[in-house]
């Protein structure tokens, strides 16, 4: 991976750790030219970051998803609030982010609802990425909406993935189990990252 773009990743508010990143990049690059990477739940750009880099490397191209008002069950954190309006705005934090990692050319930000977008939308994805809002309900929601558009052999990828109840929320895990039964196989894990491949 480009260091500079390394090492602005590592420094950008998020959670993404460096390996899951790594991991991610490294998946997303052996897609296809004129492929598309699709991630859902932007956040501040972190790991919008490690797909950047890899559509840079594969030829390919990241739309970014987010309503950029946190979600319900994330850490508050107070310095990303609107003082106009009092509630949480990622939005300004996401332009920065790309900005600094010089990835505007390859990156589309989508500012809206995971399902609310996933009505309208038709492309096929190459890579998708799942690190939406982690409630049962959400989790759920946005496999619902985006995961029929990855391609035959194309990628899914499913972030906080925590299989014993001590680790984490158990969303990720279920969403990881249902497309293991429809249609997808594991190929590899780092940390709480899961890779898998639509197989039928
Ligand atoms: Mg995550």
């Given at each position: 991976?480009?260091?500079?773009?390394?090492?602005?990743?590592?420094?950008?508010?998020?959670?993404?750790?460096?390996?899951?990143?790594?991991?991610?990049?490294?998946?997303?690059?052996?897609?296809?030219?004129?492929?598309?990477?699709?991630?859902?739940?932007?956040?501040?750009?972190?790991?919008?970051?490690?797909?950047?880099?890899?559509?840079?490397?594969?030829?390919?191209?990241?739309?970014?998803?987010?309503?950029?008002?946190?979600?319900?069950?994330?850490?508050?954190?107070?310095t990303l609030v609107d003082?106009?309006?009092?509630?949480?705005?990622?939005?300004?934090?996401?332009?920065?982010?790309?900005?600094?990692?010089?990835?505007?050319?390859?990156?589309?930000?989508?500012?809206?609802?995971?399902?609310?977008v996933g009505r309208w939308?038709?492309?096929?994805?190459?890579?998708?990425?799942?690190?939406?809002?982690?409630?049962?309900?959400?989790?759920?929601?946005?496999?619902?909406?985006?995961?029929?558009?990855?391609?035959?052999?194309?990628?899914?990828?499913?972030h906080d993935v925590f299989?014993?109840?001590?680790?984490?929320?158990?969303?990720?895990?279920?969403?990881?189990?249902?497309?293991?039964?429809?249609?997808?196989?594991?190929?590899?894990?780092?940390?709480?990252?899961?890779?898998?491949?639509?197989?039928?």
């Open positions: 991976m480009d260091v500079a773009l390394r090492q602005v990743a590592e420094g950008a508010t998020g959670f993404m750790p460096p390996q899951e990143g790594l991991a991610l990049y490294t998946a997303a690059a052996a897609i296809p030219a004129g492929g598309l990477i699709c991630e859902v739940g932007t956040y501040c750009g972190k790991s919008t970051l490690y797909l950047a880099a890899a559509a840079r490397a594969a030829g390919a191209t990241v739309v970014t998803v987010d309503h950029h008002r946190g979600s319900e069950e994330k850490y508050h954190d107070t003082p106009r309006t009092g509630r949480l705005d990622t939005l300004p934090f996401l332009r920065r982010t790309l900005e600094q990692g010089q990835v505007e050319d390859v990156v589309t930000a989508i500012v809206g609802r995971s399902e609310q939308w038709t492309t096929p994805i190459a890579l998708l990425f799942l690190d939406g809002g982690h409630t049962e309900e959400q989790a759920q929601a946005d496999y619902e909406a985006w995961g029929r558009h990855v391609t035959s052999g194309g990628l899914l990828a499913i299989p014993d109840p001590a680790d984490g929320g158990q969303a990720p895990h279920h969403v990881l189990l249902r497309a293991l039964d429809e249609g997808f196989r594991e190929q590899s894990r780092t940390g709480s990252l899961r890779v898998l491949r639509r197989v039928d």
